[in-house]
Nanobody, 123 residues
Framework: QVQLVESGGGLVQAGGSLIVSCAAS????????TGWFRQAPGKEREFVAG????????LIADSVKGRFTISRDNAKNTVYLQMNSLNVEDTAVYYC????????????????WGQGTQVTVSS
């Protein structure tokens, strides 16, 4: 059973940086893609970034392009989301998710989800 555990959320001032991590276990991830999504109160869950475990192809949402970076450490089965130049609109619960093969920007395409980690950006 695939398990995903996020960590690293917290409170940060606007303009600051934060790294959130997603540790995966219980599967062979070489054929998986992992995505980061976020959901703010009263809003739809939205795609932020994704990475393929094999080959390392990445996809970044336009809303965070140039500020957020996604990477993975295959040896640790961990995916990282580096968030820079944070603003209050980035405040949300951040979730990581996994699915077979290709990165998808649609949350319904993902089979496994973590519990989420809260990121709060203060002005």
């Amino acid at each position: 059973q695939v398990q995903l555990v996020e960590s690293g959320g917290g409170l940060v001032q606007a303009g600051g940086s934060l790294i959130v991590s997603c540790a995966a276990s219980g599967g062979s991830f070489s054929s998986y893609a992992t995505g980061w999504f976020r959901q703010a109160p009263g809003k739809e869950r939205e795609f932020v970034a994704g990475v393929r475990w094999s080959g390392g192809r990445t996809l970044i949402a336009d809303s965070v392009k140039g500020r957020f970076t996604i990477s993975r450490d295959n040896a640790k089965n961990t995916v990282y989301l580096q968030m820079n130049s944070l603003n209050v609109e980035d405040t949300a619960v951040y979730y990581c998710a996994a699915r077979s093969w290709a990165i998808s920007t649609t949350s319904a395409d993902y089979d496994y989800w973590g519990q989420g980690t809260q990121v709060t950006v203060s002005s």
